[in-house]
């Protein structure tokens, strides 16, 4: 009899008899919905952005900083600045500082005309020997100071400088180069000593800067020459945009990477990224560049490698003039540890290879794999396009053969193959393609592990109307072959959705959303967290994330459209945690902040579950029998639940479903319906797994813990308070 008291039940919830009929999809009432908690706006990432001072070293030779009003780069030949006239301005207008010719008493003083830029804190400098080129650096100035040593007389520094910006004389005696956006100051520059500073006469020719030290000046020792160089906006103007964010995840160190556009100019894209707790709050110190160049970087994407801890952004990038006008795919890794840590920048597409690459995806993995899997689109012609994959090891090297899949554009791929947690871990292409009929329809790929092609074939390739930019979600885990959900948008307005397998067969028809649910806007994004299915989508500038599951061919909705409310959104985009490996149920999402300008970059988290886990507690219990209660009430997870101030008694539990309490004695109240199904458990603890059953969602249960022997109820018994619990 004792063993039987004190072993644990491990029983399925279907055998309580509460699975009801699989085509309901109705919700019980008071059934919490699911609650969005919103992290804050990127705020401070963009004010960092906007008002701090950032360096870069892509790897090309250069090294780039940021500053609030000013971008620059350093290369052996010299100096560019670049004002920040803001996102409006039609392109960029930088000014190029090259030194031409030193001169000392009449004659040359000779310096090495190319030099390697080295930098030291906010400080940049090119040794050229007899000449020093030094940049202090601060958010919105830079020094720029020439270290001449030469023999006596008067000493000329003569810069050519290169800039479509007039240049005039300065009001503080300096000059300017300015545009009706703005102007960039070369303010007065100084002779500097040890004991003072004094003003010395800068010339300003037609594509030339002197700066002219009489040789009463110098004294002794090195000339040390120091102008300042500041931007001046026009009032409205400098103000820069921020947009089209994507957010992935690590397990290990609970850090979303969340990376976004921040609009330079009209022809100059910047590329940031930044890390998030797994609650959404920023990590400080983690913000980065993934591109300050004046290349065009745009429309990030970004994936994770568990086993490393590392993201890697890709990014379309172009670049104009001559025969390399033409946009090309790049990537950059950037770890989720502190320090920062980001790579070499990388070229994905083969460069040899003409045409347009653009419209990168990348998909990661959850497991132990070294590689993630890139896809973009390819336009030589417009009869010769399509659609290229190719692998990026962990070392940012690229790895093995590139795929083709033939004709097609606006190619997505699965956040994570499913290493580690499906049974057979593949990643997902999808795209739109014009394949034996008219219209356009969606095709699919499964790609294996070492980035192959396995299986292609059509996703919907119905006849019955024009079908576009597919996304694909991780894989839903269980079963022989893990399913996938798939969204697209038709021509006629509807939202699209179906969901395939890992072997390209159809396990949910091509669906209508937009009338099945009332999902109703553009470009929906989905995702799954190994259980089932979140979508996200924007209608009248508003965002609005739901979950749904797979019953019987059919989507079931587990948790109703939630806003995001008092901002006005575009371009959501979400990740699941489990897509790197982390726990079911919840999900990062970020979008647009388009509710006054500039634009900003949000980031939320959505739980899609009660904030109580799915838990109640009611006050029915006598005799101080307590019954405690642990896990979560999700699907594919356990719940728990134990016994403790039993005392000698004889313990059990009872599960069913609630009812209002009813009293048995004046202290002792009765929780689960008796007259329903019901289970009996003897002993003091029941563990009971939650099938991955769609229809069982919203399905609350009660559970109570009785004790009899030394009770003072009916028939000597004790009773715990019953806690409710709603199926999630």
Not at 472 to 488: H, K
Request: hydrophobic residues 40%; contains cysteine.
């Amino acid at each position: 009899m004792r063993s039987l008291l004190t072993r644990t039940i491990l029983l399925p919830l279907v055998s309580v008899g509460l699975a009801a009929q699989a085509g309901a999809d109705r919700r019980p009432s008071g059934h919490e919905t699911a609650p969005i908690a919103l992290g804050s706006v990127l705020d401070e990432a963009r004010a960092r952005v906007l008002d701090g001072l950032e360096f870069d070293a892509p790897g090309d030779g250069r090294i780039w900083a940021r500053g609030a009003t000013y971008k620059a780069s350093f290369g052996e030949e010299g100096f560019v600045y670049v004002p920040a006239f803001g996102s409006r301005a039609p392109r960029n207008f930088p000014v190029h500082f090259e030194l031409r010719s030193v001169r000392a008493g009449g004659h040359d003083v000779p310096f090495a005309t190319a030099a390697q830029p080295r930098r030291e804190g906010t400080r940049v400098t090119l040794d050229r020997g007899a000449v020093r080129e030094v940049y202090d650096l601060q958010a919105g100035a830079i020094e720029q100071t020439f270290v001449v040593e030469a023999g006596p007389g008067d000493v000329e520094v003569e810069l050519a400088v290169d800039t479509e910006l007039v240049g005039q004389p300065g009001a503080d005696g300096g000059v300017q180069f300015a545009h009706e956006l703005g102007r960039v100051r070369y303010g007065t520059a100084y002779l500097v000593s040890p004991t003072r500073k004094a003003p010395i006469t800068t010339v300003l020719g037609a594509r030339t800067l002197t700066l002219r030290v009489p040789a009463g000046l110098r004294g002794t020792g090195p000339v040390v020459i120091d102008p300042i160089l500041t931007t001046e906006t026009v009032a409205g103007t400098g103000v820069n945009d921020c947009s089209n964010p994507d957010v992935a995840y690590d397990a290990s160190t609970d850090r979303y990477a969340v990376t976004w556009e921040y609009a330079f100019s009209a022809t100059d894209t910047d590329v940031y990224v930044e890390l998030r707790n797994g609650d959404g709050s920023a990590v400080p110190g983690s913000q980065a560049a993934i591109d300050l160049s004046t290349y065009r970087h745009q429309r990030p994407r970004i994936a994770n490698l568990a086993t490393f801890d590392r993201f890697l952004v890709v990014t379309e990038r172009l670049v104009v003039g001559g025969v390399a006008s033409q946009w090309s795919v790049w990537g950059r890794t950037y770890d989720a540890v502190l320090p920062v840590t980001t790579g070499a920048q990388f070229q994905i597409n083969d460069p040899a290879l003409p045409g347009d690459h653009r419209e990168p995806d990348v998909g990661g993995d959850s497991g132990s794999g070294a590689a993630w899997t890139v896809v973009w689109s390819y336009t030589r012609t417009v009869s010769d396009f399509g659609i290229y994959s190719q692998q990026v090891r962990d070392n940012s090297t690229l790895y093995g053969t590139r795929q083709s899949y033939g004709a097609g554009t606006h190619p997505r791929i699965s956040r994570t193959n499913g290493n580690g947690t499906a049974s057979l871990p593949r990643w997902m292409v999808v795209f739109s393609a014009r394949i034996g009929n008219n219209s356009s329809d969606i095709f699919g790929c499964a790609v294996g592990l070492s980035g192959n092609r396995l299986i292609g074939n059509y996703v919907d390739g119905s006849p019955i109307g024009e079908d576009f930019y597919p996304e694909v979600s991780s894989p839903l885990e269980g079963g022989s072959a893990p399913t996938f959900m798939v969204t697209y948008w038709r021509q006629s307005g509807a939202l699209m959705g179906t969901t395939i397998d890992s072997t390209l067969h159809t396990v949910i028809p091509p669906t209508d959303l937009t009338q099945t649910f009332g999902f109703n806007g553009l470009l929906p994004r989905v995702e799954s967290d190994g259980c089932r299915f979140a979508l996200t989508y924007t209608e009248n500038d508003t965002a609005y994330i739901a979950t749904l599951a797979p019953a019987n061919r059919v989507f079931r909705l587990h948790e109703p459209p939630v806003a995001f409310t008092g901002r006005l959104a575009a371009g959501p985009r979400l990740v699941a945690k489990r897509s790197g490996g982390g726990v079911r149920t919840d999900y990062g999402v970020v979008f647009t902040d388009i509710t006054s300008g500039p634009s900003r970059i949000a980031v939320a988290t959505y739980a899609g579950h009660a904030p109580s886990g799915g838990f109640r507690r009611r006050a029915t219990g006598c005799g101080g029998l307590a019954l405690a209660e642990t896990g979560r009430p999700f699907l594919g997870e356990e719940v728990r639940f134990a016994v403790s101030n039993q005392g000698a008694d004889p313990v059990g539990l009872l599960l069913g479903t609630p009812i209002a309490a009813s009293p048995l004695c004046p202290t002792c109240s009765l929780g689960v319906d008796l007259r329903g199904p019901l289970v009996q458990v003897i002993g003091p603890s029941l563990v009971l797994p939650i099938p991955r059953l769609a229809y069982l969602v919203g399905r609350t249960l009660a559970t109570q813990a009785y004790a009899v022997g030394s009770g003072t109820c009916v028939a000597a018994l004790r009773l715990s308070d019953t806690v409710d619990f709603t199926v999630q």
